[in-house]
């Protein structure tokens, strides 16, 4: 089994950044580090932003039309999965890239209707003409509500990398550290259906 390089330096530093600004916004979201809070909603935001962008231009593997699959190969890969033998893939499997979209959407979420909360008229933002007390209100409810979601999806995928690194008999941990990790030539021609 070779490895081969598969996440790029900026993809590497996204991850990590990404996941130490979430951890740090559930220790800011309280009125007193309100505006940490804030600004790490913001480089969230960004990283997002980036990300995004870098699924589309950036190099073959960070690229989401390389790792993303269709209803069919998530189910035969979760199958194999549950059986204890998930085929290795050169980016992220199925299941992961399923969560990858799913945290992506979430954060996305979050950091939007945490901007407009925090711009509304329950914090006398610049927006509070137009996203009254009540609004305002209800944005931080779906705030808070999405933020709770990722209280079950990292947990999820944490568990996922250290049962997908078991099954796999590699280290993702380390591989999203350095950006190698094992690889078979038959992942190129793998369907996408």
Partial sequence: MKTVKVWDLSVRIFHWTLALLVGAAFL???????PWHVRGGIVIAGLL???VIWGFVGPEQARFRTFL?????????LRAYVRGRPPLHLSHNPLGAVMVVMLLAVLFGAVITGGLAYSSAEWDGPLSAFIGEGLGHDLEE????????LLFLVPAHVIGVIVSSFLERQNLV?????GRKKAVDVEEVAPRS
């Fill in 28 to 34: 800011t979201g309280d009125d007193e580090t309100m």
């Fill in 49 to 51: 932003v980036y990300r």
């Fill in 69 to 77: 699959r269709g209803p069919r190969a998530v189910l035969q890969y």
């Fill in 142 to 149: 779906v705030h808070e509500g999405l933020a709770n979601a």
């Fill in 174 to 178: 380390k591989g999203m550290i350095i």
